[in-house]
């Protein structure tokens, strides 16, 4: 099923974006989508969201599935579980469980953050041999442990060209409870306070 709805994205919705069909922001098509869009300088990130992923495991005898699938960008041979998501990292697509999701757009509330992780993560694919982790939020994890201070940029620290790097299960658990998380947290709170306030 999965594997369907990354053939669609990329044989159906982005060519659709790519050869200047009307976007529209309803079901019915009357709403033009009411930003302009330059189409040659465009960066399309291609998102399958899924939703029922624990019922299916409830519903699999095996007790070395975690409760959670797992992506692999690149060539992966390991058989953990038939959630198993394996993805050309040429050519990437971000498939997101229901909770994933929703903990990412918790923490990354505004299109320009949300996009900046979706290109930090894209650049950490091209720049090992593969890819690996559990859930999205574990990710997340690595990409706010990362600061560029030149840049003032986060991104995903990884191994090198040819490495083959796992985002060990845990590891959002681990990160937010450390004292910046904990911190970041606390200043979100005042920051949504004066939003709501203006």
């Avoid at 953990?80 to 757009?105: Q, Y």
């Avoid at 992780?117 to 890819?131: F, T």
């Amino acid at each position: 099923m999965i594997d369907k709805q990354i053939k669609t994205v990329h044989d159906g919705a982005e060519r659709y974006i790519k050869n200047g069909s009307g976007i529209f922001v309803d079901k019915n098509l009357k709403i033009p989508f009411p930003i302009d869009i330059n189409r040659e300088n465009m960066v399309i990130h291609k998102i399958i969201v899924v939703h029922g992923i624990e019922e299916a495991f409830k519903s699999h005898e095996n007790d070395n599935t975690y409760g959670i699938f797992y992506i692999s960008y690149g060539n992966n041979d390991k058989d953990l579980s038939p959630f198993v998501i394996n993805i050309d990292k040429e050519n990437p697509v971000h498939v997101f469980d229901g909770l994933g999701f929703s903990i990412v757009l918790g923490e990354l509330d505004t299109y320009c953050d949300f996009s900046s992780y979706l290109n930090a993560k894209v650049k950490a694919i091209n720049s090992c041999n593969r890819l690996d982790y559990y859930r999205e939020e574990y990710l997340l994890a690595r990409y706010y442990s990362g600061f560029d201070e030149a840049k003032q940029k986060h991104f995903i620290r990884i191994g090198g060209e040819n490495s083959n790097h796992t985002v060990k299960l845990g590891t959002w658990k681990q990160f937010s409870e450390t004292e910046w998380y904990k911190n970041k947290k606390e200043a979100d709170k005042i920051s949504y306070f004066w939003d709501v306030m203006i």
